[in-house]
C-alpha cells in the first residue's frame, strides 16, 4: 500500500500531520493525525453543548492520548484506545458505532442478552445524530493538543467551554513525560530512615540494638521514638522523645472521656507530663512511665499495669486494705478503658512538648481543652531552665574566636 502524508494548519489552532493509507489490492484505507507541535505546557478540556445538527458537523482533532465523553449515554472512548483523528462530532459517533457492530455476530450467537444490550445502546447513539434533544460531548486531552471547532472564530462560543488544567503526575508519566525531581531533603530522608545503633541491655547488660526514628505527629511536631530489643533475655523497650526544643510556655490538656471511641486518640507523654484523672483521685507524677507515644487506652493499660505490679501489693507483707483498694482503682480504671464509666483525663506538661490528639482538626474539638500557662519557678528549676545561660556566658577577657 501507499502511505500519504500531509502537513497542514487548522485555523484558530495549529498545524498537525495528516497520513493516509490505502491498499489497492483490499480497498482497505486508513487515516490518523497527529500533532505537529509539542506537547503543551497544560492539558485541555473542551466541552461543547450540542444543540442542532450544524453542531454534530464541527471539525474535532482527537489525539491518541484524548478521551471523549458523553455524559447523557455513560459513554466513554477511553485515552490510547484509538489512533488520533481529523473528523467531526458525526465522525466520532459514527466510528464508535462501527467498534460496537463489529463483533455483533459473535456476540449474537454467544451472549444474546449482552448483544441485545448492546444493540439497544448502538440504537441510542444513532438517535444522538438526530439531535432531537440536546447532549454534551466532552474532549479532555492531558496533552494540550486536541480541537473543537469554533465556528464563531474569532468571537467567542457560548456553547463551547475550553478550560486548560494542569497535568497529574500519572497523566504526565502516561504521555512518557519525565517530571523534574527536587533534590532530597536532608531532613526528609532521616524521617524515611531507621536509625540503629549498639548498646547494652539494662536487664542482663548483654548487647543488643536501639533503633531510632524521627516520626512528624500531624498538627503538633516532630518525636523520636526509640525501641531496645534484647534478643538474649528479650527484654523490650520504647521511649519518645520530643524532636524540638522545650516550649515557651506550659501546656495543660483536658479530655473529658465520653465514648469508647476516646480510647483510640494517639497520645503523645513527654518524660516531663503528669497524669490525673480527678474522678479517680488519681495522679501520674512526672517521669514515670517516660516519654510514651501511643493510645489513650494504651496509655491507660500501661497505668493499670504499673498498679497491679505494685511491690506493696504483693507477697506476705501486703496488707488486706491497701489491696483491695488498689484492686477497687484497677476495675474502675478498666470501666473507663471499656467506655462504661465518664472521666476526665488531664496531662499537665511543663515543657509543652505532650500531645493528645484532636479527631476534629483542624475544627475544634468540644471535649478537649489545651491551656497554655507561664510556668513556676521550680518548674523552671526542676526542667533545669533557671540556671541555664545562653547568651553573655563567655568569661571576660575571652578572645572572641
Same mark, same amino acid.
Given at each position: ?6 502537513l ?8 498537525i ?20 507541535g ?19 458537523? +464541527? ?132 524521617r524515611n ?20 526514628k ?20 528479650g ?73 497491679? +505490679? ?21 476495675g ?56 541555664m ?13
Amino acid at each position: 500500500g501507499v502511505t500519504r502524508l500531509l502537513l497542514t494548519r487548522i485555523p484558530f489552532f495549529k498545524e498537525i500531520i495528516v497520513s493516509s493509507f490505502a491498499c489497492d489490492s483490499c480497498s482497505w484505507s486508513n487515516t490518523e493525525i497527529q500533532s505537529a507541535g509539542r506537547i503543551q505546557e497544560q492539558g485541555v478540556r473542551y466541552t461543547l453543548a450540542v444543540t442542532s445538527r450544524q453542531d454534530m458537523n +464541527r471539525e474535532v482533532v482527537k489525539t491518541d492520548c484524548a478521551t471523549a465523553r458523553i455524559p447523557e449515554l455513560d459513554f466513554e472512548i477511553p485515552a490510547f484506545t484509538q489512533k488520533g483523528v481529523l473528523t467531526t462530532i458525526e465522525g466520532i459517533i459514527d466510528r464508535a458505532v462501527a467498534g460496537l457492530e463489529q463483533d455483533q455476530p459473535v456476540r449474537r450467537a454467544t451472549d444474546e442478552e449482552v448483544a441485545s444490550k448492546i444493540d439497544e445502546f448502538i440504537g441510542k447513539l444513532k438517535q444522538l445524530k438526530e439531535v432531537r434533544s440536546s447532549f454534551t460531548f466532552i474532549i479532555d486531552d492531558p496533552s494540550g493538543n486536541s480541537f473543537v471547532e469554533n465556528p464563531h472564530a474569532p468571537r467567542k462560543d457560548d456553547a463551547l467551554a475550553v478550560t486548560h488544567y494542569r497535568r497529574t503526575p500519572q497523566q504526565a508519566a502516561l504521555l512518557g513525560l519525565e517530571l523534574d525531581e527536587k533534590p532530597a531533603d536532608p531532613a526528609e530522608d532521616l524521617r524515611n530512615e531507621v536509625l540503629q545503633f549498639n548498646t547494652n541491655c539494662p536487664e542482663c547488660n548483654a548487647p543488643a540494638n536501639t533503633n531510632m526514628k524521627l516520626v512528624q505527629i500531624p498538627h503538633f511536631k516532630e518525636v523520636i521514638i526509640m525501641a531496645t530489643n534484647c534478643d538474649s533475655c528479650g527484654h523490650r523497650t520504647n521511649e519518645v522523645k520530643s524532636g524540638g526544643a522545650i516550649e515557651p510556655q506550659g501546656t495543660r490538656i483536658t479530655l473529658r472521656i465520653t465514648d469508647p471511641s476516646d480510647m483510640t486518640r494517639d497520645i503523645l507523654k513527654s518524660e516531663t507530663c503528669s497524669v490525673e484523672i480527678p474522678e479517680l483521685e488519681f495522679e501520674l507524677g512526672m517521669g514515670v512511665l517516660g516519654g510514651k507515644f501511643t493510645t489513650l487506652e494504651g496509655l491507660l493499660k500501661d497505668i493499670g499495669d504499673l498498679v497491679e +505490679r505494685n511491690p506493696f501489693t504483693l507477697g506476705d507483707s501486703s496488707r488486706p486494705s491497701k489491696t483491695e483498694k488498689l484492686r477497687e482503682f484497677v476495675g474502675k480504671l478498666h470501666e473507663i478503658v471499656e467506655g462504661k464509666t465518664k472521666a476526665h483525663f488531664i496531662m499537665d506538661d511543663p515543657a509543652g512538648n505532650s500531645y493528645l490528639q484532636n479527631v476534629y482538626a483542624p475544627e475544634e474539638d468540644p471535649e478537649l481543652k489545651v491551656e497554655r500557662y507561664e510556668r513556676t519557678f521550680e518548674q523552671n528549676e526542676d526542667l533545669g531552665l533557671n540556671d541555664m545561660k545562653t547568651e553573655g556566658y563567655e568569661p571576660e577577657g575571652a578572645s572572641g574566636r
